[in-house]
């Protein structure tokens, strides 16, 4: 596609519930990388994909979030359990290179409010 | 860990004044990008920086790295309605792939 996609757009989980977040990623992006945004901050480094290689999940709040990106492009952040805590903007971005050279191209995010 | 520093929170400006935010990380940066968030938007890329002491413009934006590559500035010249959004500095240390992003200068403009 022409930008990063990601769904579902809202998602609205009652708490213990357990959430699935997709993100696809423009074709051929090497990098992957999924932020949390709280509102009125900036966005919070959780995990980082190099192709299907997850290099760097310290982001990961707690062991109920969990990332996959088994083929190296769709990638889905799931979280167990889910907290109030959790509620926040879900925002995947990706770039063609390593490195990150040029940039990120963010998709527009999934909204997730815990009741 | 690497903390990247962003002031101010929030800046009023009339239309046609000037706005400038300031970035500074607690560690030696490779690179520093800078992006814009609209309200109800996704971030969006500006530029990236690289060089110590680089300085780059696009229209009436003007981006600076600081010679000792941890501080960097965005500057907007004569604001337009159109300037309005959150601006973040992210950046990136040395031997690292991992963009750290800033709290954001929300930018208010008043016609």
């Known amino acids: 596609g022409a930008g990063v996609s990601q769904s579902p757009r809202y998602k609205v989980a009652k708490r213990g519930q357990d959430v699935a977040l997709r993100c696809d990623p423009i074709?051929?992006?090497?990098?992957l990388f999924w932020y949390q945004q709280a509102l009125g901050q900036g966005p919070e480094f959780l995990t980082y994909f190099q192709n299907e290689a997850q290099l760097d999940k310290s982001g990961l709040p707690s062991d109920r979030f969990f990332a996959e990106r088994p083929e190296g492009s769709v990638s889905t952040l799931k979280i167990q359990r889910t907290q109030q805590e959790d509620s926040a903007v879900y925002l995947c971005a990706s770039s063609p290179r390593r490195d990150g050279n040029y940039g990120y191209t963010f998709g527009s995010g999934t909204r997730l409010t815990v009741v | 860990g690497q903390q990247v520093m962003q002031i101010p929170q929030y800046q009023h400006v009339q239309e046609g004044e000037d706005f400038t935010t300031y970035c500074n990380s607690s560690?030696?940066?490779?690179?520093i990008q800078w992006y814009k968030q609209r309200p109800g938007g996704h971030p969006v890329f500006l530029i990236q920086?690289?060089?110590?002491?680089e300085v780059k413009k696009q229209k009436r934006l003007t981006f600076q790295f600081g010679e000792a590559k941890k501080n960097s500035s965005l500057h907007i010249t004569a604001t337009q309605t159109t300037d309005v959004g959150t601006y973040f500095c992210a950046g990136t240390g040395r031997g690292s792939y991992i963009p750290t992003f800033g709290r954001g200068t929300s930018l208010i403009v008043h016609p």
């Open positions: 920086l690289v060089k110590s002491g």
């Open positions: 074709s051929g992006h090497v990098s």
């Open positions: 560690t030696t940066l490779s690179n």
